[in-house]
């Protein structure tokens, strides 16, 4: 089955044999070692300098690490301002209000380009937030959020980014410094390639708040993580296996060239993919040069329902991704993440129009 669903991803053969590793106590040097490589790999993909960030690991999905770098990064004095323009956004206002933590809100319509200007403005009229916490890539729609341009503002003003980066981590640029990013989570299962049940935080180490400043969660707390982390041990139990994983997808992705190298693989395959669909009458949902490299959301064809096309597309072999909240009747989207080739693009779209041409069987049919 190919998954053309944004993560979990169809695995390599060198991640899934990985996923076999010895039996492993994380109370042993052997995990101190395989968690101080896993820690220095993340960084290296984006070239951090260890003495200024560190990465933390967790057992969790995404939305664990995005938890723990919301819940743990913004001082108890300090306020917390969240871009919205989708579920990811929404959902890390929704988790800093289950915190108590105060926050505004830049709210924008699902899929819209963020107002930078109206970001400056509430910047401006209170001086007390001192982060602003927005999603890189929107996997909503596919909007890939302007960090650059975000950032800028922020920097002049002394406020950090908290970004999720949950599937942009890996194939996008993301100018960690130059943008002012405090921190930023991601995921073992998306653009990584990797088997799904690991997260993670890379934080610049001069925003991590003194032991037991901050003090909202027991289980999420990234300074603990970062502190014995760093000490080569762990708070709790890791998922071993899936670090295993994580490690052989890393080694992968820097034979392959790294986070530009996929960039490119990613945006010649979503080309591809765009492209074909357009030549059967399918288009994307936001504008050419909106969508990142990972992701595109496209319009249902007319008359078409989303489970006739996932099922007609699932019993071909093909896994495709729904709209999600109020999108999920009118879109679907395709990620092509993973061990995905020019040829599986071939024949998905080959699947696409034989599926299209048995539903307009079907009508003409009816129509008689
Ligand atoms: C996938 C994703 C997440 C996390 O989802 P999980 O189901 O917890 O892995 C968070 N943010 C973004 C932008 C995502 O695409």
Redesign the pocket.
């Known amino acids: 089955m190919l998954l053309l669903n944004?993560?979990p991803v169809n695995l390599s053969d060198r991640v899934r044999r990985a996923l076999l590793g010895p039996d492993l106590c994380h109370r042993e040097e052997e995990f101190t070692g395989l968690q101080t490589r896993i820690r220095a790999g993340l960084l290296r993909v984006y070239d951090l300098d260890p003495g200024l960030w560190s990465a933390v690991l967790l057992t969790g999905?995404?939305?664990?690490a995005?938890e723990s770098m919301v819940t743990s990064l913004v001082p108890p004095d300090s306020g917390l301002l969240v871009i919205e323009n989708g579920v990811?956004g929404e959902?890390m206002a929704r988790i800093a209000e289950i915190y108590r933590i105060p926050i505004h809100r830049a709210s924008h319509e699902w899929g819209a380009e963020v107002d930078v200007a109206r970001v400056a403005s509430i910047l401006e009229r209170d001086a007390r937030i001192g982060l602003v916490a927005v999603?890189h890539?929107?996997?909503t729609t596919g909007r890939l959020n302007d960090l650059e341009a975000i950032g800028r503002d922020c920097r002049r003003r002394g406020v950090g980014l908290l970004v999720?980066g949950?599937?942009s981590f890996g194939a996008e640029p993301i100018r960690f410094e130059e943008w002012g990013i405090a921190a930023c989570a991601g995921?073992s299962n998306?653009c990584l390639h990797a088997a799904?049940g690991v997260?993670f935080v890379l934080v610049r180490r001069d925003r991590l708040p003194a032991d037991g400043a901050v003090g909202r969660t027991l289980y999420l707390d990234l300074a603990t993580h970062h502190r014995e982390q760093d000490r080569g041990g762990t708070r709790f139990t890791q998922s071993v296996q899936c670090l295993y994983a994580l490690e052989a997808a890393l080694a992968e992705l820097g034979c392959a060239g790294g986070w530009p190298a996929r960039h490119e693989r990613y945006t010649r395959l979503a080309t591809r993919t765009r492209e074909g669909l357009m030549r059967l009458g399918i288009r994307p949902a936001l504008p050419q040069g909106a969508s990142s490299c990972v992701l595109n959301a496209y319009r249902l064809p007319k008359g078409v329902s989303y489970e006739s096309f996932h099922d007609g597309l699932k019993e071909r072999g093909f896994v495709i991704y729904a709209g999600q909240g109020g999108l999920a009747g009118g879109m679907f989207r395709i990620s092509t993440m993973g061990t995905v080739g020019d040829r599986d693009i071939e024949r998905f779209l080959a699947a696409v129009e034989s599926l299209l041409e048995a539903h307009r069987a079907v009508r003409v049919g009816a129509e008689r």
Request: aromatic residues 4%; without cysteine.
């Open positions: 944004p993560g999905s995404g939305t664990a995005v990811y959902r999603a890539h929107e996997t999720d949950v599937s995921v998306k799904p997260s």
